[in-house]
């Protein structure tokens, strides 16, 4: 086969299959590592959310205000982050959008620049995905519809400077109110181009008064919502600066009939430059996995996402990978209610890190600004725990804080929904119901929801509801309450509440109260234990052994069925904390002692009241 | 090509003739079904009084078909007729327009129709409402704010056109980076003076005062404000609130003022000053009203039942009971007279709050509670009138839900009176309107319409404080948000002194929001 043929072939085929490979990477890669579902989990629990409704009235108002459309299509495209397949799809077409805008930026003028440079847009993108931080869409498409426009202006290329100004207070009019604020940067673009490429002086001058004036003028009303700077708005800029470096060097440099080197080392050389080009997005991608990808907050929306669909199997799978060191108050929350939905509290908490505050996410307000986000999550969380235990009036007044502090997210909404069905607060509810049925996730839920409360007004077969009733506290009182007093007024109203008793007892172990335990150790008998669980029998186990140290007195243990199993551990874990006492006294280095105990009793609540509780009061 | 363009027209034909046999749809009025009750809609529209310009009063109707028809009749003109697939009527604004402007004074009919497959068109009993004479002003200006708490976003202040749905923004909060934007005010029902009070962290706490069109910021809280019918000065209350939650309850939300007290500020002057024949430091008074004619200054006032003045929530919170006071005024002397009791807590055992005189000086309305300075949050709130002639007073029983009713308005003729009502639920607060006839007698009151029959359905925003203005504002939303932001005070009050210094016998307290 001719030589020259075979060249022409891979190139026309690499020209296709290279795009085609690196956006089916970077699709599987967004959908199997970032996993795109979080993104939507994380929106109005640490990210901003953006409303999306399925209204006229809603399409009108994005239509008839600056920016709106933009705003539109991207909440629009957030919502759809819901399904992972469709996200990671969304980005890899944005990306891929933008790389074809880039090609055709180098084609039409007539600029042999480096390619891949295309790329570099869809790999920013997702590194701001990869980081969790928010949505990046009305960014991406707000920079997206600037190129284009910016394409547009260079395809036109007219040499007339009267007819190129038109063009661009067109162009720029248009932009204004499709992308809002973000038209600036087409503005910047337009005058780098003028004045580096074409050189047309008066013409930059120009533009550059009218982007003064716009700035003045209009821009400081705040139309955008994007940032005044982020990576993303880079690869634009480095594409212009190609092709103004390519036409500075095209014009001075003399082009000579080179012949083709037959230099064997020149010829290895320039094949491994391309075979460097061509790997450099692959090694960008694998450079965002290890240096801007956010793992722990993956692994936090993972359990959030996990919580939500009530998967709780799958928090605790979770949970095991996750190294310890790096658990936070939040991880803990949905362990320990993962724990208590697969009837584990009791047996298994101390199988994981815990914090005392995790429980209920009693954590004080600072108040500081920064503590914003932070404030949103705690607020959103918490309604879970205060519905399931059964203060549907705090929980109530938790999500409506939330709600608000997270610009009218519909998981809140649907929160809220149910505790006004459990309140017998039907008019209410409906008006919740109403809102969410307009929402593109929700919608069927809330829809299919309101038929069934038009058919049963009391909802008397609807679970959900009914088990908030059962729970709910029905007496008033006001203020707040401290952290041990929370279960009794629960208690009072249902002695039946498992929940509010298995947290309770998990609050009396968490703060070392073993005398509490002992004294609530009774109530087992009206909730139907099969077994008393292990870390009540361990908890008995100290609180018999400290009885005995302090005040000689010895307790019965046997009417309460602590297993032999455990006394054996007990008092093994007794005998090894001596052994391990002796051993490293000399040292008096307390943490050799805990390592020695923790690979056989890291689990045991002993371990947790001799070595954890400690190091959380500090 | 031209047969792929005649066969375009020709489908476009086929769909404008059937758009337009759907609304010529004939309707065998003869052969219908006679339902022997009113059709049940929502909004509820019916035994109403209505203003003769207000906007459509469209609405869904509750009652299963397939298709539905209403005709919307009173003596003269001819009938606005609307045929629809759906539930949801939408009257068309000109023909609602004329018919109104044409039938003032008399009775109007909604005569609907309803269609299903098995039992053909049912005709139910006609909706009647009346048309009043006298118009309502046509601006109404509200906040619009979700249900909160402790924390809030963004918050806005809209004017709506009622005699259309015309909808403009004058303030939002997050556009000035204020916190809080609130207790907007009017002079007279016009916005030529006005104030509407800001709360940032950024920029301080001010209130930006329109007087005569110019727009000026002054460093200093107003929290409930009057103006003076002259407009020379405004009258305002400093309140140290605090709020607390239920555990239960249909309402979670409990609100009380650790302190309050009022003050005034003169522009001719540009200064601030308090009256001392009215703080008492042992006393809270706060919700300042004027009389018309300026010489008497209305207002609530409660003996503060703590001694921790501090604490949260204090001592006998819950048996706070303001009473109705008025002290006169001498505008040109600038002095003030005696307070005096118009109406005491030991007389009505309630908490009587939100004094508002008709601009004919005839009637008062007020709210009245079980306790609390905050009536919204109080669903046993509810609206009375006094007959400022006899000096009686009586509740408004066609106005009163079980539900909180509170936050009114008077329109600029004394007829209509603008109100937040939790009815519709008891949670979500919306603004409704009565007709208030020369003998205080109050209409069954009726939602602000909207162009969308389901809004109301989904909306989790409430409407609150709605003041009616004769014109709309004239300043734009941007403006405002540029004062809020400017350093420049119009005032040149201290900057220490956000409240003005008061001699040692009594002194008021800050203003004091979270």
């Given amino acids: ?618 | 090509m031209k047969s792929f363009y005649r066969y375009f027209w020709l489908t476009v034909a086929i769909g404008v003739t059937a758009v337009c046999s759907s609304c010529n749809k004939k309707i065998p009025l003869e052969s219908c079904t006679q339902v022997s009750r009113p059709a049940d809609i929502s909004p509820d529209y019916s035994d109403t009084v209505i203003p003769p310009n207000v906007a459509p009063l469209n609405f869904r109707i509750l009652e299963t078909g397939e298709s539905f028809f209403v005709r919307i009749s009173s003596s003269h003109v001819s009938p606005v007729e609307v045929y629809s697939r759906n539930a949801n009527i939408r009257i068309p604004l000109r023909k609602w327009k004329a018919l109104l402007r044409e039938n003032k004074g008399d009775k109007l009919s909604f005569d609907v129709f309803v269609y299903d497959s098995a039992n053909g068109w049912r005709r139910y009993m006609p909706i009647l409402n009346d048309i009043a004479c006298e118009p309502i002003d046509s601006f109404l200006v509200y906040r619009f704010i979700r249900p909160i708490y402790d924390y809030w976003t963004s918050m806005r202040i809209y004017q709506r056109n009622i005699e259309n749905y015309k909808n403009s923004l004058v303030l939002e909060g997050r556009f000035a980076k204020v916190g809080c934007i609130n207790c907007h005010s009017f002079c007279n029902n016009s916005p030529q003076t006005m104030s509407i009070a800001t709360r940032s962290a950024k920029h301080g706490n001010a209130s930006l005062v329109v007087h005569d069109g110019n727009l000026n910021k002054i460093s200093s809280t107003w929290g409930y404000t009057a103006w003076h019918p002259s407009g020379k000065l405004a009258v305002y209350s400093m309140n140290k609130v605090r709020q607390l939650v239920h555990t239960t309850g249909l309402e979670l939300r409990d609100v009380f003022d650790l302190d309050s007290a009022i003050s005034y500020y003169r522009l001719d002057e540009k200064a601030a000053k308090t009256i001392k024949e009215m703080s008492d430091k042992d006393r809270l008074e706060t919700y300042p009203a004027w009389s018309p004619d300026g010489t008497y200054l209305y207002y609530c006032s409660a003996p503060i039942l703590w001694e921790d003045r501090d604490k949260t929530p204090p001592d006998n919170f819950d048996k706070v009971q303001y009473d109705l006071m008025r002290i006169s005024y001498d505008v040109d002397k600038d002095q003030w007279g005696k307070p005096e009791i118009v109406l005491s807590t030991n007389e009505t055992g309630m908490s009587i709050l939100l004094p508002r005189i008709s601009p004919d000086g005839r009637f008062l309305v007020f709210a009245m509670c079980d306790y609390s300075c905050f009536p919204i949050y109080r669903p046993s709130s509810d609206l009375y009138i006094m007959d400022l002639e006899t000096n009686s007073y009586q509740k408004l029983d066609a106005v009163s839900s079980p539900y909180s009713e509170s936050w009114h308005s008077w329109s600029s003729n004394s007829r209509w009176l603008a109100f937040s009502s939790k009815r519709m639920g008891g949670f979500f607060t919306r603004t409704y309107f009565t007709y208030i006839n020369e003998d205080g007698k109050a209409s069954k009151p009726f939602v602000l319409p909207q162009k969308d029959p389901t809004y109301y359905d989904s909306l989790i925003q409430t409407y609150s404080v709605p003041e009616l203005i004769k014109q709309p504002v004239a300043v734009s939303a941007r403006r405002f948000s540029k004062t809020a932001c400017s350093t420049r005070d119009a005032a040149n009050l201290p900057v220490t002194c956000a409240t003005p210094i008061i001699p040692s016998s009594s002194k008021p307290s800050e203003n004091d929001r979270k």
Wanted: hydrophobic content about 45%.
């Fill in chain 1, 1 to 618: 086969m001719n030589i020259s043929k075979t060249k022409e072939f891979v190139s026309r085929h690499l020209a296709i299959l290279e795009p085609v490979f690196f956006f089916t990477a970077l699709y599987l890669f967004v959908l199997l590592v970032i996993e795109p579902e979080l993104i939507y989990y994380a929106s109005g629990r640490v990210i901003y959310y953006y409303p999306f409704v399925m209204d006229g009235r809603f399409l009108y108002d994005c239509l008839t205000t600056v920016g709106g459309p933009v705003n539109y299509i991207a909440s629009f495209l957030d919502q759809c982050f819901y399904f992972s397949w469709i996200g990671a799809l969304i980005i890899t077409v944005i990306g891929w959008l933008f790389w074809l805008l880039s090609k055709k930026a180098f084609a039409v003028t007539k600029s042999k620049c480096i390619t891949e440079i295309g790329f570099l847009f869809a790999i920013l993108l997702t590194a701001a995905y990869a980081s969790y931080n928010g949505h990046q869409l009305l960014i991406a498409l707000s920079l997206l519809a600037v190129f284009a426009a910016f394409v547009i202006y260079l395809w036109i290329d007219l040499s007339k400077s009267f007819f190129a100004a038109l063009l661009f207070l067109v162009e720029f009019a248009c932009l204004y109110y499709l992308i809002g604020g973000a038209v600036f940067i087409f503005g910047l673009l337009v005058v780098f181009y003028e004045l580096l490429v074409k050189k047309h002086i008066g013409l930059t001058g120009g533009i550059f008064a009218v982007l003064a004036l716009y700035y003045a003028g209009v821009h400081s009303g705040n139309f955008s919502e994007i940032p005044p700077f982020c990576l993303m708005y880079i690869p634009p800029f480095l594409i212009l600066l190609l092709i103004a470096l390519y036409k500075y060097r095209s014009n001075r440099t003399v082009r000579k009939k080179t012949r083709p080197s037959k230099n064997r080392l020149i010829k290895t050389f320039y094949l491994f430059v391309l075979i460097l080009r061509k790997l450099i997005p692959y090694g960008l991608i694998l450079f965002i996995f290890c240096a801007v990808f956010n793992n722990r907050a993956k692994s936090l929306l993972q359990i959030w996402s996990y919580a939500e669909k009530q998967q709780w199997q799958k928090i605790l799978e979770c949970a095991k990978r996750y190294p310890e060191s790096q658990y936070n108050i939040f991880f803990n929350y949905d362990i320990n209610r993962a724990l208590y939905y697969t009837g584990r509290l009791g047996d298994d908490m101390f199988s994981y890190h815990q914090h005392p505050f995790a429980l209920l996410l009693s954590i004080p307000d600072s108040g500081s600004p920064a503590d914003a986000s932070k404030k949103l999550c705690r607020k959103a969380q918490k309604v879970d725990i205060l519905m399931e235990l059964g203060y549907l009036g705090h929980a109530r007044r938790l999500a409506s804080e939330a709600l608000e502090l997270a610009n009218g997210c519909p998981y809140l909404a649907k929160k809220l929904a149910l505790i006004y069905l459990a309140e017998e607060q039907n008019e209410t509810a409906r008006v919740y119901l109403g809102a969410l049925s307009k929402d593109l996730i929700y919608g069927r839920f809330a829809r299919d929801l309101l038929l069934r409360l038009e058919k049963d007004p009391q909802l008397t077969d609807y679970e959900p509801v009914q088990s908030l009733r059962r729970v709910a506290v029905q007496k008033d009182y006001v203020g707040d309450y401290a952290l041990g007093n929370i279960f009794a007024p629960l208690l009072q109203r249902n002695s039946h509440n498992k929940m509010a008793f298995e947290y309770m007892m998990a609050t009396y172990l968490l703060m070392g109260q073993v005398e509490k335990i002992a004294l609530n150790i009774s109530r087992m008998n009206e909730l139907e234990y099969n077994k008393m669980p292990r870390h009540y029998q361990e908890a008995m186990l100290v609180y018999a052994a400290l009885r005995q140290q302090r005040f000689g007195e010895k307790i019965n243990l046997r009417g309460l069925s602590i297993s032999p199993e455990t006394i054996k551990r007990f008092q093994e874990y007794n005998a090894t904390g001596r052994k391990a006492q002796l051993r490293y006294s000399k040292s008096k280095n307390p943490e050799m002692i805990r390592q020695q105990l923790a690979k056989d009793f890291g689990d045991t609540y002993m371990f947790y009241l001799n070595f954890e509780l400690t190091r959380v009061e500090k």
